[in-house]
């Protein structure tokens, strides 16, 4: 089995598996059909069934498009992801500059229009800051006085 580090950059770099995958492509389709094309310049590519090539911006528009449309999705762009996992990422870590890092933005104000508040998170952050302090008073004290300082 072939590992190789998914990143360059001198730090901890994480090892993938990259057995039977394209060399040197992270996004790659495997071809369905053998097919002989005709390139600018008389050149000839081939294409083999069942081998691995690097996927082109047309081909990765052509494949979104088909699966948007065979599993009902309107008004669904692929960009739309990145909004999905900025808000995700966020619920998740309550870090925004974890996921301004995770997303590569240099501003975290860009940062800031991937990340979609939702009331049911919020609701959902208050319940576990609550359920903490419980804990932490009960520790300390054998009571519970108040759930918020200053409110009684």
């Known amino acids: 089995m072939d590992t190789a580090p998914s990143r360059g950059d001198g730090g901890s770099a994480t090892l993938s598996v990259t057995d039977g995958y394209h060399p040197n492509r992270v996004f790659t389709y495997v ?5 002989y094309m005709k390139r600018a310049g008389g050149l000839l590519d081939k294409r083999v069934k069942g081998q691995r090539y690097p996927i082109t911006a047309a081909g990765f528009k052509t494949a979104w498009r ?3 449309a065979k599993a009902g999705i309107r008004k ?4 739309d992801l990145r909004h999905a996992f ?3 990422l ?12 995770a997303m590569g933005h240099a501003d975290v104000k860009t940062t800031m229009r991937y990340v979609h508040k ?4 919020i609701n959902t952050a ?7 302090r419980l804990r932490k008073a009960h520790k300390t004290s054998g009571l519970i006085l108040s759930v918020c300082p200053g409110r009684n």
């Open 76 to 79: 669904f762009r692929n960009h």
């Open 118 to 121: 939702r009331p049911e998170a």
């Open 90 to 101: 966020y619920d998740e870590t309550g870090d925004i500059y974890a996921v301004q890092d």
């Open 31 to 35: 071809a369905q059909r053998t097919l």
């Open 86 to 88: 900025g808000t995700a």
């Open 126 to 132: 208050i319940t576990a800051i609550s359920k903490n």
């Open 66 to 68: 088909r699966a948007t």
